[in-house]
């Protein structure tokens, strides 16, 4: 079973839209992170955000911002007001680490390719 | 800088052609993995190694060696690679292998096999 599901595929939005990329994880520790990162066109990961199960705060940074909600164990990532420059692939990841776990793999979703329009 | 680099970068060989993919560190990050990225499939951990002389099998690990001689390096060896392994390479390090903190990766090497 996929522990990281990305549901949408592909998203298309037109500058200055907002967009949310969906990530729905599934794991029995207590303790685990999840992660998004994002690949340009260029190829390479850029880490956007860590986030810990303890802390269920949601994160701003600029244009992004990010709900955990452990609830319906999901790790959503907003971008408002997208650009062109926002253009990529972008994952979300599951690191699990309770006693017993699989130490420093890092489950990936399948990933959702996001496209600004002009 | 910190950094992962792994060489080449962009690299065609053919059927059973013995090949390294190179992946060094500079962070004296203890934890190193190698993932590769298939369209469709997201990435997927091949090995792993905890520390210099320790290595295990991530999930997708067929077809692949991979060896932790010294902290820095952690080379990936296709003795005999196929067309299957073509993908997209990315080495990783981190400091702790618990999540703790963010994994560096490398720049990617895009491998095909012909």
């Known amino acids: 079973a996929q522990k990281v599901t990305q549901a949408q595929t592909e998203i298309s939005v037109v500058e200055k839209e907002d967009v949310t990329l969906d990530c729905v994880y599934e794991?029995?520790?207590?303790?685990?992170?999840l992660f998004w990162y994002k690949q340009p066109p260029s190829g390479e990961l850029v880490f956007l955000i860590r986030?810990?199960?303890?802390?269920?705060q949601n994160e701003i940074s600029g244009r992004y911002s990010w709900n955990f909600q452990k609830s319906t164990s999901s790790f959503n990532f907003t971008i408002t007001a997208s650009q062109v420059v926002d253009s990529a692939v972008y994952f979300c990841?599951?690191?699990?680490?309770?006693?017993?776990?699989?130490?420093?793999?890092?489950?990936f979703g399948r990933g959702t390719q996001l496209t600004v329009w002009p | 800088e910190a950094q992962v680099t792994q060489n080449p970068r962009y690299l065609i060989t053919v059927t059973g052609k013995k090949l390294t993919v190179t992946c060094s560190q500079n962070?004296?990050?203890?934890?190193m993995s190698w993932y590769r990225q298939d369209p469709g499939l997201g990435l997927r951990q091949i090995y792993y190694?905890?520390?210099?002389?320790?290595?295990d099998k991530g999930d997708v690990p067929e077809g692949y060696k991979v060896s932790r001689k010294e902290k820095r390096n952690f080379p990936l060896i296709l003795e005999s690679p196929s067309p299957n392994q073509t993908s997209l390479y990315f080495c990783?390090?981190?400091?702790?292998?618990?999540?703790?903190?963010?994994?560096?990766f490398g720049q990617g090497t895009r491998l095909t096999v012909v």
């Open positions: 990783a390090s981190s400091p702790s292998p618990t999540g703790i903190t963010e994994a560096f």
């Open positions: 794991t029995r520790d207590t303790t685990y992170y």
């Open positions: 986030r810990n199960s303890f802390d269920e």
């Open positions: 990841a599951l690191s699990e680490a309770d006693r017993g776990s699989t130490l420093g793999r890092l489950y």
């Open positions: 962070m004296n990050h203890e934890y």
């Open positions: 190694s905890m520390n210099v002389e320790v290595t």
